[in-house]
């Protein structure tokens, strides 16, 4: 793992935490350490904190998924805003924790982004559950591998992770992607929030979270067209349906 804080104390703190955890931690101060880092020796997951000076985390990220690196990235972050969260987002982060937070809430995406990826699979942290999330009985799962998926107007190529609307490409992140192909595989069933984090995320974060909110309303942002259907609804108190109406 590497660890990019510009706060020593932070640093230092999460470093030993993450340490004691299980994890081999790689910690450096500021974006360029981060990168010169990450080239040299590619971590299994990043924790990347905003802003740093120099190149901060946002910068950092884009470098990295430009490059064509697709190593989960968790994002530190003191900025609270909806557009805060969604430039993180779409720099290519793959989850994020604001500050100031639990740091079982740290272990816990962590391990979420773990399991969803598969990175570390042969060296889980100590106290990990095995990876791999339990399917729900009420969730549409192939019998065979697919590599085509078509729903509402939508077609899904998962073998290239590549989605079109008609004839448009989407350009998606890691996590927009998973949503979207949860939501397509059960078009027309609603999915409750609490199925949709374990299914994405691998953890329910609670009531009180607004991750999911922000990744949908992210991902209607790329998918809606002028004068085309709505294809993701809100079922208010329950959660989402996949749909075109």
């Keep these: ?43 299994d997951v990043l924790v990347l904190d905003v802003m740093m000076p120099g190149i901060d985390g946002l910068q950092v990220c884009r470098v990295l998924r430009a490059e064509g690196d697709r190593t989960p990235i968790l994002m530190l972050t003191a900025l609270v805003e909806t557009a805060d969260r969604i430039a993180g987002l779409d720099a290519g982060a793959d989850d ?18 773990l399991r969803r990826t598969g990175a570390g699979e042969q060296r889980p942290p100590k106290g990990v559950a095995p990876l791999g999330v339990p399917a729900s009985p009420v969730l549409r799962e192939p019998a ?12 899904m190529d998962l073998q290239a992770r590549r989605v079109w609307r008609g004839t448009r490409e989407l350009e998606l992140t890691r996590t927009e992607f998973e949503l979207l192909e949860l939501l397509v595989r059960n078009a027309g069933i609603v999915l ?26 992210y ?9 085309a259907p709505q294809l993701i609804h809100t079922v208010r108190g329950v959660g989402y349906v996949l749909r075109e109406d």
């Design 219 to 227: 991902l209607r942002r790329k998918l809606d067209e002028p004068g």
């Design 96 to 113: 994020y924790v604001v500050k100031p937070f639990d740091v079982e809430e740290v272990f816990a995406r962590l391990r979420a982004l």
């Design 192 to 217: 409750d929030h609490s199925t949709i984090y374990d299914r994405i995320w691998g953890y329910d974060f609670g009531p009180g979270s607004k991750n999911l909110a922000v990744y949908v309303g």
């Design 144 to 155: 065979v591998p697919e590599r085509q998926l078509a729903a509402a107007g939508l077609r």
């Design 1 to 43: 793992m590497l660890l990019a804080e510009d706060d020593r104390a932070i640093r230092h703190a999460l470093e030993r935490a993450l340490t004691l955890e299980g994890y081999r931690v790689t910690a450096v101060a500021d974006g360029v350490e981060a990168l010169a880092q990450a080239h040299r020796t590619p971590p």
